[in-house]
Nanobody, 115 residues
Framework: QVQLVESGGGLVQFGGSLRLSCAAS????????MGWYRQTPGKQRELVAR???????NYTDSVKGRFTISRENGANTVYLQMNNLKSDDTAVYYC?????????WGQGTQVTVSS
């Protein structure tokens, strides 16, 4: 059974930082591309950051220079370091694992940035 469990969300002040973690089980973590998506009410879920099995990363433009995605294969965990948080970053953040035709999702963690 595949499980992706996010943690690290919460309430943070404008300009503050948070680090999200996603612990995976039930998959061969090292071969999966891992990603973070976010969603706010009434909007489509959007890709925030992605890290491939090779370690190659990509980010949506609005978070470049502020967010960093990383992975620790020995711990089956992917991280999202979020700095200089803005009000527009408020959302539910979801972890994903993708390999070939399979995509798995975590349950989401709320991030709220207060102004």
């Amino acid at each position: 059974q595949v499980q992706l469990v996010e943690s690290g969300g919460g309430l943070v002040q404008f300009g503050g930082s948070l680090r999200l973690s996603c612990a995976a089980s039930g998959i061969t973590f090292s071969v999966y591309a891992m990603g973070w998506y976010r969603q706010t009410p009434g909007k489509q879920r959007e890709l925030v950051a992605r890290i491939g099995a090779s370690g190659r990363t990509n980010y949506t433009d609005s978070v470049k220079g502020r967010f960093t995605i990383s992975r620790e294969n020995g711990a089956n965990t992917v991280y999202l370091q979020m700095n200089n948080l803005k009000s527009d970053d408020t959302a539910v953040y979801y972890c994903t694992a993708q390999f070939l035709g399979s995509t798995y999702w975590g349950q989401g963690t709320q991030v709220t940035v207060s102004s």
